[in-house]
């Protein structure tokens, strides 16, 4: 018979059976390793405690970047927006003349015999109520 005893690999050597076991501590030590930041609930905690921080920091800098994109052109919209008003009143204003505006009002008091009636009645209620207190100290 062979060597071998009927198997087609020969043996390892002391050097490749040394190797081997240090290899395989090696990935047992990693193994280990993993299996232990499973099962530490503390620290996965932590990280995606992290993770969920770092994730709303940027959907808050995101949202604060489209609320000020927005507010910006609604500024703009509003600011185009008074000028034009602003321009339509003065162009109104110069169209009917500021002067002749007045000039209307003058007129208007002028036909209307209201006030002028108003303006004397106002005087007689004056003039009766110092008779009346004059009266009254004798």
Do not use: C, W, Y
């Amino acid at each position: 018979m062979s060597e071998n005893n009927g198997s087609a690999a020969p043996k390892p050597t002391v050097e490749e059976l040394r190797a081997e076991i240090k290899q395989t501590r090696a990935e047992l030590g990693e193994t280990v390793q993993a299996l232990a930041a499973k099962a530490d609930v503390k620290a996965r905690a932590r990280e995606q405690v992290e993770q969920t921080k770092l994730k709303v920091k940027a959907q808050a800098a995101e949202a604060t970047e489209r609320v000020r994109g927005v507010a910006a052109a609604a500024a703009g919209a509003v600011s185009g927006k008074v000028h034009e008003v602003t321009d339509q009143a003065t162009e109104k204003v110069n169209q009917n003349g500021t002067s002749d505006l007045a000039g209307q009002a003058r007129e208007q008091i002028r036909n209307s015999p209201v006030p002028i009636s108003l303006v004397f009645a106002g005087a007689v209620a004056i003039v009766g109520i110092i008779l009346i207190v004059r009266g009254r100290r004798r």
